[in-house]
């Protein structure tokens, strides 16, 4: 019978051994991006051999003999790290979804999964990918033309992109102005629009008063370097000074070397009130042409560049991916998971996490509850270790009788 206590308190000191590794390595990693705290949990380890009795009508089992204690470990998948700020353009965390992974893959094409999104460049033969701090290539869905329109299979992250933008073409133009009313005959109000070949242009609208007409205006364009036409040309104004018609329309632009805009104009807040011009606000949607700035990922999780005429250009959007059963993906080396036959259906879960940009999500350990728990498996290995010790003295008694 001592030899049974020998092994109850040599499977304690092992079981409380590899609990105080686990605890130092939580420790140890509590600076880890993403890192997942590992927990040393217990269960009872039973004698091969049951003690059988006679029931009356056969033979049963109705006990068996406790024989020390065995242990394995469980990563806490779905804790939540704090963000913290980094201002790194690929850093990237989630937040606010748990059952949420980065998706990576090896240059075999295994898949890995990680919460970890500090991220970072490898040039390899001249291409630029996307990788995590082992170099394993982030996953993402392309973009289509650079627009926010995404495959539909996420594949490498690939660093590509125009050095330079062309101007993006004025489409769009509101105006808000007084006219005036008295004093003059003419008046001009300038508006600079763009075009693919052109790095900005003045495009003047020309108003003259109508003789024999009240509050009302002939209204014509003009542009440098082309014509400009439009389907109004007179502007009417009410008593109070505030625009009757049209209040929006359409001025076509030819250049003189082939560029064409077509620009949807709002003049619903032009006035004619006083004798003075002025203008408050005019606004068009068009551009000049931009240089390359930065690359990084935004808040949707997009990659992409910056452009110093205020454009961007996207790479590829994040993949991201959820499980039936996250709680038992794999462990693997850094803060690195694998899936398995018990973590259930794969899924992408980009429409319901919180990407934040320039961030990053820390590690998950409590350094006081790691403490805590220090102590109370300092305390059980001693523990163990005295029953070690008793269980000796007592064998040493035993024999000391015989002889």
Not at 140 to 156: C, L, W
Request: no cysteine.
């Amino acid at each position: 019978m001592a030899l049974k206590g020998f092994i109850a308190s040599t499977t304690g000191m092992l079981a409380q051994s590899h609990a105080m590794s686990q605890i130092s390595t939580n420790i140890a990693n509590i600076r880890t991006v993403g890192y997942r705290t590992n927990e040393t949990m217990f269960y009872t380890l039973l004698g091969s051999n049951p003690v059988v009795k006679s029931n009356g009508s056969g033979l049963s089992s109705s006990r068996v003999d406790v024989e020390g204690v065995g242990f394995y470990d469980r990563t806490n998948v779905l804790d939540q790290g704090s963000v913290y700020s980094t201002g790194n353009n690929y850093d990237v965390a989630i937040n606010g979804n748990e059952n949420s992974f980065f998706l990576l893959k090896d240059s075999y094409g295994d898949d890995y999964y990680s919460r970890a999104g500090n991220f970072s460049t490898l040039t390899q033969n001249g291409t630029t990918y996307l990788v995590n701090q082992n170099g394993l290539y982030v996953q993402g869905f392309p973009s289509i033309n650079g627009t926010e329109e995404f495959g539909a299979d996420p594949e490498d992250i690939v660093i590509k992109y125009p050095e330079k933008i062309p101007a993006i073409p004025t489409t769009e133009a509101t105006v808000v102005a007084n006219v005036p009313a008295t004093g003059v005959d003419k008046n001009s109000i300038g508006i600079t629009i763009y075009n693919e070949n052109h790095e900005g242009e003045t495009m003047n609208m020309i108003f003259t008063k109508v003789e024999g007409k009240v509050n009302t205006w002939a209204m014509s364009f003009d542009v440098e370097g082309g014509t400009a036409t439009s389907d109004a040309t007179e502007v009417v104004f009410d008593s109070e000074g505030n625009v009757v018609s049209p209040k929006n329309f359409t001025v076509n632009v030819a250049f003189d070397d082939g560029g064409s805009n077509t620009i949807s104009m709002d003049i619903s807040g032009i006035t004619q009130l006083s004798d003075v011009s002025t203008e408050t606000y005019i606004r068009q949607n068009g551009a000049p042409s931009g240089s390359f700035v930065k690359s990084y990922i935004d808040d949707k999780g997009i990659v992409k560049a910056y452009y110093s005429n205020g454009d961007t250009y996207n790479f590829a959007k994040l993949a991201l991916v959820g499980f039936t059963a996250p709680e038992n993906l794999t462990p693997y080396e850094g803060t690195l998971f694998q899936a398995n036959t018990e973590t259930g259906e794969s899924f992408y879960s980009n429409e319901n996490s919180n990407i934040v940009s320039g961030s990053l999500e820390n590690s998950t350990v409590n350094i006081e509850e790691e403490f805590s728990t220090m102590i109370l498996v300092q305390r059980a290995y001693s523990s163990s270790a005295n029953a070690f010790t008793t269980t000796d003295e007592m064998l040493q008694t035993a024999v000391n009788l015989k002889t």
